[in-house]
């Protein structure tokens, strides 16, 4: 079965630092790369999705993320972080065969410092 | 606006009052689907739905049901809730599944905060 870990529960960073997200997965083909945000009492905003081509892909609010199919790893940056970029991320994976369903990983709550 | 709506908000009822929970989008998308958020383990997939009267189990239907009678809409049925079905729903729906040809996306509502006593 396929499975997402993000595995940093919470990170702290400063205004204006960059910023690194990670996500590993675990599927035996490519499968389909999301990551969402989501700020407190909303649903979840896409941020930026891999499908195939590019591994460097560019999402909104400044985010990037790039594929690894070696580490398999899909991992989320910022170069300068904003307060308003606080909130919850969660990195999801999809397929096109069997269930149709995104797997999430846990989350990583970011807090930005002033 | 292109938007899938939740109601209602924020619900507490007690174990064993039904109850539901709708879902309605206005972008004639033919996928929808119910997660549920819980602290430490992302969203998990409850029931999900590829088009009218197509629906199918996710990792977590136990105690849930759902019906897509109308392509927008598609309700989630609590019939006798229990205390560990206290979460965070969300429903989610899009043209195709996956969803990531192009601009295509997976558009979420608000969510409803369900707390069962």
């Known amino acids: 079965a396929q499975s997402v870990t993000q595995p940093d529960i919470h990170i702290t960073v400063s205004e204006g630092a960059s910023l690194e997200l990670r996500c590993n997965y675990s599927y035996g083909a490519t499968p389909y790369l999301f990551w969402y945000v989501q700020s407190p009492g909303q649903g979840l905003q896409l941020l930026l999705k891999?499908?195939?081509?590019?591994?460097l892909v560019q999402g909104i609010k400044g985010f990037e993320a790039e594929f690894k199919r070696s580490q398999s790893s899909f991992n989320l940056r910022k170069p300068s972080v904003h307060w308003s970029d606080a909130a919850e991320y969660f990195c999801a994976v999809g397929v096109d065969t069997g269930r149709r369903a995104l797997t999430f990983g846990s989350g990583t709550r970011l807090q930005v410092q002033p | 606006e292109a938007q899938v709506t939740q109601n209602p908000r924020y619900l507490i009822t007690v174990t064993g009052k039904k109850l539901t929970v709708t879902c309605s989008q206005n972008m004639n998308h033919e996928y929808m689907s119910w997660y549920r958020q819980d602290p430490g383990l992302g969203l998990r997939q409850i029931y999900y739905s590829m088009n009218v009267e197509v629906t199918d189990k996710g990792d977590v239907p136990e105690g849930y049901k759902v019906s897509r009678k109308e392509k927008r809409n598609f309700p989630l049925i609590l019939e006798s809730p229990s205390p560990n079905q206290t979460s965070l729903y969300f429903c989610?729906?899009?043209?195709?599944?996956?969803?990531?040809?192009?601009?295509?996306?997976?558009?979420f509502g608000s969510g409803t905060q369900l707390s069962v006593l």
């Open positions: 891999y499908f195939s081509g590019d591994t």
């Open positions: 989610a729906s899009s043209l195709s599944f996956p969803p990531g040809q192009g601009s295509e996306k997976l558009f």
